[in-house]
């Protein structure tokens, strides 16, 4: 883990600041990690690109951008690399920050949910007891 890489990513839950199929620079975590930096853990299932959301002692929560929930603790350990570039129009460029906005529209979209299955859940009652369903 001494080399620093580019390393192209899979998957949307950085988006919008990393977007799937993008190249990011990795460099070997030197030093505890730090709230807001991107970084990769090694999981069982394999390496996660999320955001730092605490770093206390030995344990990371980290969490995807737009991911609505964090992800469980990680050892210290688990924490590989941090990201410090993304790559785009071939130039590299500063990991951007967090999208405020994408997160308070995905918790206003998870508020609703409920909402809306107990709305369906009565409209399948009001058919079935009409025999329509």
Known sequence: MTKSFWYTLSGNSMAPALRDGESIFLEPLTGAPRRGDVVVLRLPTGWVVHRVLRANGNMVVTRGDACVRADPGMGRDAVLYRATQVLRDGQPHPIPAP???????????????????????????????????
């Open 99 to 133: 999208s405020p906005a994408l997160r308070l529209q995905l918790r206003r979209a998870l508020a609703r949910v409920p909402r809306v299955a107990s709305l369906l859940r009565g409209l399948r009652r009001a058919l079935v007891a009409e025999g329509l369903a």
